[in-house]
């Protein structure tokens, strides 16, 4: 079993900025890839970034490419994303998710899942 429990959400204006963390304990060594997706009011759950956690290589949405910043602390068993320049579409409940049993960019393929953190963009 892995926890993930993420913090850091929270209200923002636009062109704001607010970083996200996502704290992992339990067997984290099961999978190497850390990853954050965000859920919109009445919208599918979709991909914004992930890292390994062995090599920091990073993936990004093209949506959140240039703005957002996905980041790892192994000693600490932590992955953070940095967004800046938000905009009102960034508002969502933001997970952090590990060990993908499909194509990482999928959600359904995801065995773990923290509760979520609200990130909302005012215009």
């Known amino acids: 079993q892995v926890q993930l429990v993420e913090s850091g959400g929270g209200l923002v204006q636009a062109g704001g900025s607010l970083r996200l963390s996502c704290a992992a304990s339990?067997?984290?060594?099961?999978?190497?890839?850390m990853s954050w997706f965000r859920q919109a009011a009445g919208k599918d759950r979709e991909f914004v970034a992930a890292?390994?956690?062995?090599?920091?290589?990073?993936y990004y949405a093209d949506s959140v490419k240039g703005r957002f910043t996905i980041s790892r602390d192994n000693a600490k068993n932590t992955v953070y994303l940095q967004m800046n320049s938000l905009k009102p579409d960034d508002t969502a409940v933001y997970y952090c998710?590990?060990?993908?049993?499909?194509?990482?960019?999928?959600?359904?393929?995801?065995?773990?899942w923290g509760q979520g953190t609200q990130v909302t963009v005012s215009s």
């Open positions: 998710a590990t060990h993908p049993q499909l194509k990482y960019t999928d959600y359904t393929g995801y065995d773990y």
């Open positions: 339990g067997r984290t060594f099961c999978s190497n890839l």
């Open positions: 890292i390994t956690w062995s090599h920091g290589v990073t």
